[in-house]
């Protein structure tokens, strides 16, 4: 039996492959536990310097495991508790990661499949990719950070009309949107994908892991904390072996 998720490292960059197809990559138990897994084993790696992840198959993820939420021998919350406290300790750790994250959504994603495809800092997907939340259509509510992830990209009225209304949103509109960040053919997105987060994983990490903490607390700061902030950081770069090398000579 093949491992429901793939982890592999080319040189500083790490790759997290979805690796069940036939299912569309559901977020099952077996699923749930690899992710976890996988993401602790990466944060424990400090060679690692940039995260892609991605899916095998036509589909990047279909949310969670319908056929498990059907288990008669179980509660209905035992289930969910079951599946959604590993994925939510994964993502935990992905948000707090300093080095710089790429998803490319291959084709279809829909309910925790969502923040998992748009927990990153950077989005592609291919042409292909169309993204439902699904949720209140079975009665439930967002998780994996889903709600949390569109809200922050795309504001909290169009958070609203995609759980609510659970319609179909095209690439092009999810580009729109601010959900995605480039678009590639379906048979481009794979190679464009890794090549971004190849030249990610050779940049200069220090710089990488400030501009995103920079990023990340801007919207709890005053502009006054900001400015220091940004002094601070700017001022211990400037002495970082990365800006010497950088430095412009006349």
Same mark, same amino acid.
């Given at each position: 039996?093949?491992? =429901?998720l793939?982890?592999?490292h080319?040189d500083? #960059?790490?790759?997290?492959?979805l690796?069940?197809?036939?299912?569309?990559?559901?977020l099952?138990?077996?699923?749930?536990q690899?992710?976890?897994?996988?993401?602790?084993?990466?944060a424990?790696q400090p060679?690692v310097?940039?995260?892609?992840?991605?899916?095998?198959?036509?589909?990047f993820?279909?949310?969670?495991?319908?056929?498990?939420?059907?288990?008669?021998t179980?509660s *209905? =919350?035992?289930?969910l %508790?079951? !599946? $959604?406290? =590993? $994925?939510?300790?994964? *993502?935990?750790? !992905?948000?707090?990661?300093?080095? =710089?994250?790429?998803?490319?959504?291959?084709?279809?994603?829909?309910?925790?499949?969502i923040?998992?495809? *748009?927990?990153?800092?950077l989005v592609?997907?291919?042409?292909?990719?169309?993204l439902r939340?699904g949720?209140?259509a079975?009665?439930l509510t967002?998780?994996?950070?889903?709600?949390?992830?569109?809200?922050?990209?795309?504001?909290?009225? $169009?958070?609203? %009309?995609?759980?609510?209304?659970n319609?179909a949103?095209?690439?092009?509109?999810?580009?729109?949107l601010?959900l995605?960040?480039?678009?590639?053919?379906?048979? %481009? #997105?794979?190679?464009?994908?890794?090549?971004?987060?190849k030249? *990610?994983?050779?940049?200069?990490?220090?710089?990488?892991?400030?501009?995103?903490?920079?990023?990340r &607390?801007?919207?709890?700061?005053?502009?006054e904390?900001?400015? %220091?902030?940004?002094?601070?950081?700017?001022?211990?770069?400037?002495?970082?072996?990365?800006?010497v &090398?950088?430095r412009?000579?006349?």
């Amino acid at each position: 039996m093949s491992s =429901p998720l793939l982890l592999e490292h080319d040189d500083a #960059l790490a790759i997290i492959t979805l690796n069940n197809p036939a299912r569309a990559n559901v977020l099952d138990l077996a699923m749930a536990q690899a992710l976890a897994a996988a993401v602790e084993k990466i944060a424990s790696q400090p060679g690692v310097r940039a995260l892609l992840i991605t899916a095998n198959g036509k589909h990047f993820c279909a949310g969670g495991d319908i056929h498990s939420m059907q288990d008669p021998t179980r509660s *209905l =919350p035992q289930v969910l %508790e079951e !599946l $959604i406290r =590993p $994925i939510h300790a994964a *993502l935990a750790v !992905l948000s707090e990661m300093s080095i =710089p994250i790429v998803s490319a959504i291959n084709g279809p994603v829909g309910g925790g499949g969502i923040g998992l495809a *748009l927990c990153a800092d950077l989005v592609l997907a291919s042409d292909a990719m169309k993204l439902r939340g699904g949720y209140s259509a079975l009665g439930l509510t967002p998780d994996v950070g889903g709600s949390w992830f569109v809200t922050q990209r795309a504001g909290a009225a $169009i958070a609203k %009309e995609i759980f609510l209304t659970n319609r179909a949103i095209s690439a092009a509109e999810c580009q729109k949107l601010g959900l995605v960040d480039a678009i590639h053919h379906d048979t %481009e #997105l794979a190679v464009a994908a890794r090549k971004l987060a190849k030249q *990610l994983s050779q940049g200069p990490s220090l710089s990488q892991a400030r501009i995103k903490t920079l990023i990340r &607390e801007a919207q709890h700061n005053t502009l006054e904390q900001h400015l %220091e902030m940004e002094c601070n950081f700017m001022l211990a770069s400037g002495e970082s072996a990365d800006a010497v &090398e950088g430095r412009p000579i006349k």
